[in-house]
């Protein structure tokens, strides 16, 4: 039964702290989502990668936020320092090629205090 | 700009059909796409229209068109396990989707 993994499932930071969390995508899936869920903004779009290049970053806050894909198995967001506006659930999904159906993992649900 | 637009919350009973409106202002239109979530899990992917129609699959269906920038979900003799949020999410150039801000379905016996 194929799925996304994220670790850590929680996260609980002081601000200044950094984070970083990490998704396993779906074997053979060439595109990777990093989204973030508040209930105020909803689903947000940060970043995403397809055969590990990065496509589009532009919903994250550059001064402080990183997305990387070290290798296809592995993707990172990073926030460095961290703040209590970032506390939500960080979500990673991945598709494969020539599908339209994104897998979403468990999700991170960080507090920064 | 881009937009989505829902209702944020629709109630109804178990056996019921209720229809989850979406219209939207989007650039480089590719698709629309419909997810569940439940509290505390996941989005999971429910359908997906690029073409003007209705696609069935099981007690949901949904709808598209095009020329009127909207779309709908269908979910037939509804049950309680149905209680959940549901989005629309258009689907742009590059496989990005955005999201609407979610209808919190909830279905009562």
């Known amino acids: 039964d194929a799925r996304v993994t994220q670790t850590p499932r929680h996260k609980v930071t002081e601000m200044g702290q950094e984070v970083t969390m990490r998704c396993q995508p779906i074997?053979?899936?060439?595109?990777v989502f990093w989204y973030r869920q508040t209930m105020m903004q909803g689903l947000e779009l940060l970043a995403y990668?397809?055969?590990?290049?990065?496509?589009?970053d532009s919903g994250m806050p550059k001064d402080r936020f990183s997305a990387e894909m070290p290798d296809a198995t592995l993707a990172t967001l990073k926030i460095q320092p961290s703040e209590p506006r970032d506390s939500a659930v960080y979500f990673c999904?991945?598709?494969?090629?020539?599908?339209?159906?994104?897998?979403f993992g468990p999700g991170t649900r960080l507090t920064v205090t | 700009g881009q937009s989505l637009e829902q209702p944020s919350e629709v109630t109804a009973v178990e056996g019921a059909i209720v229809q989850i409106n979406c219209t939207y202002q989007t650039s480089g239109f590719y698709g629309l796409s419909w997810y569940q979530q439940h509290d505390g899990g996941a989005p999971t992917f429910l359908s997906y229209n690029a073409l003007d129609g209705l696609e069935e699959t099981g007690r949901f269906s949904s709808f598209l068109s095009r020329s009127d920038s909207y779309g709908y979900l269908l979910l037939q003799e509804l049950q309680m396990k149905d209680s959940a949020s549901y989005f629309c999410a258009v689907r742009q150039a590059g496989t990005a989707l955005i999201f609407g801000k979610g209808t919190t379905l909830s279905v009562s016996s």
């Open positions: 990668f397809r055969n590990r290049a990065p496509l589009d």
């Open positions: 999904a991945s598709e494969g090629p020539s599908s339209y159906e994104q897998y």
């Open positions: 074997l053979g899936h060439n595109t």
